[in-house]
């Protein structure tokens, strides 16, 4: 009987080793003590390979595996040491181990919070290594009566507001890509204004890492925290700008932090550790023998899986077959994913449906594009677990309704895809066309005509079509130092104007503040590609 070959390149738990010794159709080959450059004649006819960061997947990796592997299976949640375009290009799936350590985070966020509360490590330490008895040192705070905000209430964050409540505090979640019900039917206030959150007694991150999150907790958000304010990181590195927490920590502003994780690891020399008011940890959100069985036992069985050509769990690739797809509709697929992407950051409010049309040859294909149109617009609010597998699951769960269309031929352009999405607040319709081979344009905007580059950073400003519009919006940006790359107008027959206007560089909060007050605005909006 042919068996299908799994090389295991690096530690997982035992358990999980003996999920694949215990499948009669699975040859396990367990690598991980094995010298890198040999694992390469191991893996030549493997069929799936199960790694973890002390294995790269780069260009000797995939070179030596292509042709014959199915699949990898990163046993964790990171892929940074995971080359996933280089794993398209050769029909590689890759998937990762995203929830197994869902729980091991949550208790360790609560660890970190009530650490900082009774300044537990350092009351420890001087009893325990500098054997002095002072109590009268070591008065803290309780728990219950807090003020605690949660930003980011996905799996991780609403699980440590469930257990917050459990300690009578009084928490409130900030999250725009949810609907406020899943933080009100478990007792968590809902806010959409980011500065209920500031105003809290202890706030706690929890968000993916990207282009909107990173540094999201700086200088002028610490400066309206109030006095004292206990600031929890278990997530990701870089959400709380460390410069900017290092400056509150030292001015007392934040009397104390708990970090788990660092913008650049081992941190060993970080300034950080300097204070005497912060509790850290070597990035440990993962580090309990539960999470590890449960990381070790769901990788195996997706390898299996894989290996099998049964499932593939958690993909964050969708393989390239040559003999499917048309070289024409690859382009679609990705300018789709941008589109959603984009509508997602136009329309920023939870989302109710997405609705995908076709016109052409490429409407043949609308199933295809809905996939990748949801992945996009799901990318920030699902971060690391949104991938081509597992899209219209994750949005059934959200109860966002995908549909699909097929529309007779356009008279105008050969190919064209709209995408419509709908959130509780607005409705945001684009469409999209390719000129030649790979020239991706968005003609279309809500019924306003135009022709943009779907890249860079940019600004949609609707307004009453009155004279004067256009100079006061460029005189506007140009005090705030913004240097306007590319400007295009659309106009309806209501009387009505749409600038979409592609800027050098990004754009505050502040800015965009300024230019919905102008008398003429209708609405404004940012988003970045």
């Known amino acids: 009987m042919e068996k299908f070959k799994i090389v295991v390149c690096d530690h997982i738990h035992e358990e999980g080793l003996n999920l694949l010794r215990r499948d009669d159709k699975i040859e ?37 595996v292509k042709g014959k592997m ?119 206030k809902y806010t959409t204004n980011f500065d209920d959150i500031l105003s809290c007694d202890i706030i706690t991150i929890h968000t993916p890492k990207n282009k909107e999150t990173v540094g999201m907790i700086g200088a002028d958000e610490i400066e309206k925290m109030k006095d004292g304010v206990v600031l929890i990181n278990c997530a990701r590195g870089g959400l709380y700008d460390e410069d900017a927490l290092y400056d509150g920590l030292k001015s007392g502003k934040i009397r104390f932090a708990g970090i788990d994780v660092f913008n650049k690891e081992p941190a060993t020399d970080h300034k950080l550790l300097d204070l005497d008011n912060i509790c850290v940890s070597p990035h440990l959100g993962a580090n ?62 939870p989302i ?33 677990t949104i991938n081509y597998v597992n899209a219209d699951f994750v949005a059934k769960e959200r109860g966002i309704k995908i549909e699909t269309e097929e529309l007779p031929a356009s008279s105008v352009y050969k190919n064209l895809v709209t995408v419509k999405l709908t959130t509780d607040k607005d409705v945001i319709e684009i469409s999209t066309t390719m000129f030649g081979d790979d020239v991706q344009r968005i003609v279309d905007i809500n019924g306003f005509g135009v022709d943009i580059e779907p890249k860079g950073n940019m600004i949609l400003f609707k307004n009453t079509d009155v004279p004067g519009v256009i100079g006061q919006v460029g ?18 027959k209501s009387g009505e104007a749409l600038a979409v206007i592609m800027v050098d560089s990004a754009v505050s909060d502040k800015t965009l503040k300024e230019l919905s007050a102008l008398n003429a605005c209708i609405s404004v909006s940012y988003a970045r590609l």
Not at 47 to 57: H, Q
Not at 330 to 345: D, N, R, T, Y
Not at 374 to 379: D, E, H, K, Q
Request: glycine letters at 8%.
């Open 288 to 349: 309990t023998f539960e999470s590890q069985l449960g990381i070790a036992l769901e990788a195996a069985q997706q390898a299996i899986e894989a290996a099998k050509g049964i499932a593939y769990p958690h993909a964050m690739n969708l393989p390239i077959d040559e003999t499917k797809i048309p070289a024409f509709v690859k382009p679609f697929l990705e300018m789709g994913q941008k589109i959603g992407f984009l509508a997602s950051q136009i329309n920023k409010a």
């Open 475 to 492: 005189t506007m940006l140009g005090a705030h130092n913004v240097n306007i790359a590319d400007f295009r107008l659309g106009r309806n």
């Open 352 to 384: 109710v449906s997405i609705k995908v049309s076709g016109r052409g040859d490429i409407a043949e294909y609308v199933n295809s594009l809905a996939t990748f149109v949801t992945v996009g617009a799901l990318a920030d609010i699902s971060g690391d």
């Open 28 to 64: 396990m080959i367990f690598a991980a003590d094995m010298d890198k450059t040999a694992l390469l004649d191991v893996l030549k006819d493997a069929d799936v390979a199960i790694t973890r960061s002390s294995t790269d997947v780069d260009d000797k990796f995939i070179n030596a």
């Open 70 to 188: 199915k699949a990898i299976v990163r046993a964790g949640v990171g892929v940074d040491n995971v080359d996933i375009p280089g794993c398209s290009k050769e029909g590689i799936i890759v998937m990762n181990v995203p929830t197994a350590n869902t729980i091991a985070a949550v208790e360790l966020t609560m660890t970190h919070m009530l650490s900082c509360m009774r300044m537990f490590p350092y009351s420890h330490d001087h009893l325990k290594n500098q054997r002095v008895w002072k109590r009268e040192k070591w008065y803290g705070y309780e728990l219950k009566g807090k003020k605690l905000g949660v930003i980011g209430f996905g799996n991780i964050g609403s699980r440590v507001g469930i257990r917050s409540k459990a300690f009578e505090m009084d928490v409130i979640a900030y999250d725009p890509y949810i609907h406020p019900s899943k933080a009100t039917d478990v007792g968590v």
